[in-house]
């Protein structure tokens, strides 16, 4: 039978968290993958290498579709988001203090840890507002292969991490769409999730700007409890890509 392990790395830098990165890989491929993860940081003095037996492994079929949009800079590209969040039933409103809140860090001016979490009324349901939530133990069956195919087409490493979270959060019933922008000041792509596609906007920050973080579009009737087993606990291995448009 087929042992599978979750492989969770973080690294920091005074303090500061400076990369993280996550797999869920075969028994047998666990030096490879602990030895890619530890040279993935540039610059740290703390690293830290986590392995854990996965029990109970789910499967979803296909990611997202994946569809870039380029505009001609960040407010542009903001506008986009929000039509788009409006399609999913996101009042206008609600997603634009949102957004502005991520643009400007969302915990007095500093970057949440994880996503918040809105509902349509436009309330907070996050449990702990400086931490939010993290979407976690997932990961592609074939990341070699889908790694290699998208940069052929131009994608990074960034997309496949982020396709993976998106397909993975986008797949609990209560969440209707995310909105993602980087906390990298030099990487300016960022994307909007929906229930079917993952909308990768260049750009949609501006450039130089240390803020970043997630938002989590939940409908007024989700249940917050389930949310977090789902995302923090639940693992899934993403069978294939789906299609690039
Ligand atoms: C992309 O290039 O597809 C967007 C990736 C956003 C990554 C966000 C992050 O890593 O913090």
């Not at 996550?22 to 703390?46: A, C, F, G, N």
């Not at 609990?172 to 909308?199: L, Q």
Request: aromatic letters at 8%; charged letters at 30%.
């Amino acid at each position: 039978m087929k042992e599978y392990f979750s492989v969770k790395m973080r690294a920091s830098l005074q303090g500061r968290h400076v990369s993280g990165a996550e797999r869920i890989v075969l028994k047998e491929d666990l030096p490879t993958v602990i030895s890619q993860l530890s040279q993935r940081p540039k610059e740290y003095d703390s690293l830290n290498i986590k392995v854990e037996k996965i029990n109970d492994l789910n499967y979803i079929e296909k990611s997202l579709n994946v569809k870039t949009i380029n505009v001609k800079d960040w407010i542009e590209g903001n506008k986009v988001a929000v039509e788009i969040l409006q399609n999913q039933g996101v009042d206008k409103k609600i997603a634009e203090k949102y957004i502005n809140l991520i643009h400007q860090g969302a915990v007095n001016g500093e970057n949440m840890r994880g996503a918040m979490i809105v509902n349509l009324s436009g309330e907070r349901v996050e449990k702990d507002k400086t931490r939010g939530i993290r979407t976690v133990n997932i990961d592609f069956e074939d990341r070699k292969a889908i790694t290699e195919l998208l940069k052929e087409k131009g994608y990074t490493e960034r997309t496949v991490d982020a396709l993976a979270l998106a397909t993975k959060t986008l797949n609990h019933p209560d969440i209707v769409a995310e909105y993602c922008i980087s906390d990298d000041p030099s990487y300016t792509t960022g994307y909007v999730a929906t229930k079917t596609t993952y909308y990768r906007i260049n750009p949609l920050k501006q450039l130089s700007n240390e803020k970043g973080g997630r938002i989590y579009f939940v409908k007024d009737t989700a249940n917050i409890e389930d949310i977090y087993q789902y995302l923090e606990s639940e693992a899934f291995l993403i069978k294939q890509l789906g299609d690039l448009q």
